[in-house]
């Protein structure tokens, strides 16, 4: 009964890790492509 909690909160936080990365990595392409517009026009 424990176990199965402690494995379905683990995959909880290894779902919102993944998330969050994912946010992360959108967040910095944007910041880039930002930058290179700023720079071209």
Request: hydrophobic share 35%.
């Amino acid at each position: 009964m424990i176990n199965e909690h402690l494995r379905s909160k683990e995959q909880m936080l290894r779902l919102i890790s993944f998330i969050a990365s994912i946010e992360t990595y959108v967040k910095k392409r944007a910041k880039c492509r930002d930058f290179l517009r700023g720079r071209t026009s």
